[in-house]
């Protein structure tokens, strides 16, 4: 799996709703095969959560962690039977442990069977924890973000995917300059990856397909989708609905525990992480909490803020 996707993972997640079935929005009009802007801007915002970031890091047997060292929001737009969905999520370098500054982005428009997405995430050497610490020591000047941007038309899924180097003090409330970067930067080559069957367009719209399923309690076990310029799937390994979730003194009541797994296609094993999500009322379909355990050291909760 790639660094882009996998962390998708995390910001995608967070951004599950339920808007009903998804429809045409207008295409790009420029002759860039991939969008040259962010999609869905000109949509207004109809709904928009934070929350807040708990970490922990594995200390030889113990678990080591902090309630809050980031933060995260989601802006769902819409107009009509457009759609878009509009994430941010980092760690604060001045809360996290060892001044972790993970950071992203993701922003996908929906537009019937096709899809337009932009992102970006921060590099880390983070296979083990004593390459953070390394990083940290020895990053100066730049740092490294992976970049990708999308369009996923009936027929191919067009991606520009690749690096691009900005200043290393940037947080995530600094997006806005990374992006003029990527939108800048057209020597990339567009990778195309063709589109048949019952691919669908997108991980935002299949994770979104697969949460509506088991609200409607007719769980979709496997969806397969484009991301970039390659092909993975989805699957659900397990939904039980719960009559209440607590959490840091708060209780929703009436939700579901879903575990899911994406990986490249025909791969047995990927990435797995779980969402805790509203199973009727206005938090139908929201998530409550996403855990992800990206490496075997670092663990991330997201929590829906007060």
Do not use: C
């Not at 929350?51 to 113990?62: N, P, S, V």
């Not at 970039?228 to 607590?246: I, K, M, V």
């Not at 939700?255 to 805790?276: D, H, K, P």
């Amino acid at each position: 799996m790639t660094r882009t996707n996998a962390f998708a993972v995390t910001l995608v997640g967070l951004a599950v709703a339920v808007f009903g079935p998804p429809a045409m929005a207008n295409r790009e009009t420029n002759s860039e095969p991939v969008p040259s802007r962010l999609p869905g801007q000109d949509l207004p915002v109809v709904r928009e959560h934070t929350y807040r970031m708990a970490g922990k890091i594995r200390m030889l047997l113990l678990w080591v962690g902090r309630d809050d060292v980031g933060s995260g929001v989601i802006k769902w737009r819409g107009r009509g039977h457009n759609r878009a969905f509009e994430v941010l999520i980092g760690s604060d370098p001045q809360k996290a442990p060892n001044q972790l500054n993970k950071w992203g982005f993701l922003l996908e428009e929906v537009r019937g069977s096709e899809s337009a997405v932009v992102g970006l995430i921060s590099q880390e050497n983070d296979d083990k924890l004593s390459e953070v610490r390394a990083d940290l020591r020895r990053r100066k000047d730049l740092r490294a973000f992976d970049t990708i941007r999308g369009l996923v038309t009936t027929l191919e899924g067009n991606a520009r995917v690749g690096t691009l180097h900005a200043p290393s003090e940037l947080t995530y409330h600094d997006v806005g300059m990374v992006l003029e970067g990527v939108f800048a930067d057209t020597s990339l080559e567009v990778k195309r990856v063709p589109r048949r069957g019952d691919v669908r367009a997108g991980f935002l719209s299949s994770l979104t397909e697969m949460i509506t399923s088991t609200l409607e309690r007719k769980p979709v076990r496997r969806i397969p989708y484009i991301h970039g310029d390659r092909l993975y799937e989805l699957r659900l390994l397990e939904s039980t609905p719960l009559a209440r979730f607590e959490r840091d003194g708060r209780t929703f009541p009436n939700v579901i525990r879903g575990r899911f797994e994406t990986g490249e296609a025909g791969r047995r094993s990927g990435t797995r992480f779980e969402l805790v999500y509203g199973a009727s009322g206005a938090l139908a379909g929201v998530p409550i909490l996403i855990s992800y355990q990206p490496k075997w050291w670092l663990q991330v909760d997201l929590v829906l803020h007060p």
